[in-house]
T-cell receptor
């Protein structure tokens, strides 16, 4: 069964801390994405990557960075966490090419910044 | 820019009731349209999709028809079950997505609760 695995289900951090959210997929997908999910706002794209070491900004990249050193792993980094980054973070992946538009999602990481 | 608007929620229904969740979109050209579902404690999963005007996507008793003239993609089910309780997201992928075919724009999500 195909899988996108996020390292933590719940995470509590303090303001100003550096936070790493990890995501691993076992499907050999080229594309990987980080979304945040907030009530009433739906999902908003933070960053995505279409190849190792490649990244592009999404709609709300401010305050975040990403790292993709290996094809299967995509990390989201909060350089200095703030309370307005309290949210559910969802990682997703899919294969490159127009014939496969389906996104596979992880179960999410609920991050609370105090 | 591209956007997706879903009906306000939450929606509460009794088992076997008819379901409609409205979705309208704004996009350049003819995007692909999707419905994703998120069950409690899980990530999103694709429910159905349509890639061109008048296409009907269907899965698990749910249906949605791509209406270009009204820029809509409403989700319907004739008889809901308790197990359909979830959050439903409408989404679009623009034709001009470039290198990435996963850059979806999502609606706000609609919480559906079905009571026995």
């Amino acid at each position: 069964d195909v899988k996108v695995t996020q390292s933590s289900r719940y995470l509590v951090k303090r303001t100003g801390e550096k936070v790493f959210l990890e995501c691993v997929q076992d499907m050999d997908h080229e594309n990987m994405f980080w979304y945040r999910q907030d009530p009433g706002l739906g999902l908003r794209l933070i960053y995505f990557s279409y190849d190792v070491k490649m990244k592009e900004k999404g709609d709300i990249p401010e305050g975040y960075s990403v790292s993709r050193e290996k094809k299967e792993r995509f990390s989201l980094i909060l350089e200095s966490a703030s309370t307005n980054q309290t949210s559910m973070y969802l990682c997703a992946s899919n294969k490159a090419g127009s014939t496969n538009e389906k996104l596979f999602f992880g179960s999410g990481t609920q991050l609370s910044v105090l | 820019g591209d956007s997706v608007t879903q009906m306000e929620g939450p929606v509460t229904l009794s088992e076997e009731a008819f379901l409609t969740i409205n979705c309208t979109y704004t996009a350049t050209g003819y995007p692909s349209l999707f419905w994703y579902v998120q069950y409690p404690g899980e990530g999103l999963q694709l429910l159905l999709k349509a890639t061109k005007a008048d296409d009907k996507g269907s899965n698990k008793g749910f249906e949605a028809t791509y209406r270009k003239e009204t820029t809509s993609f409403h989700l319907e089910k004739g008889s809901v079950q308790v197990s359909d309780s979830a959050v439903y997201f409408c989404a679009l992928r623009p034709r001009h997505a470039g290198t990435s075919y996963g850059k979806l724009t999502f609606g706000q999500g609609t919480i559906l609760t079905v009571h026995p």
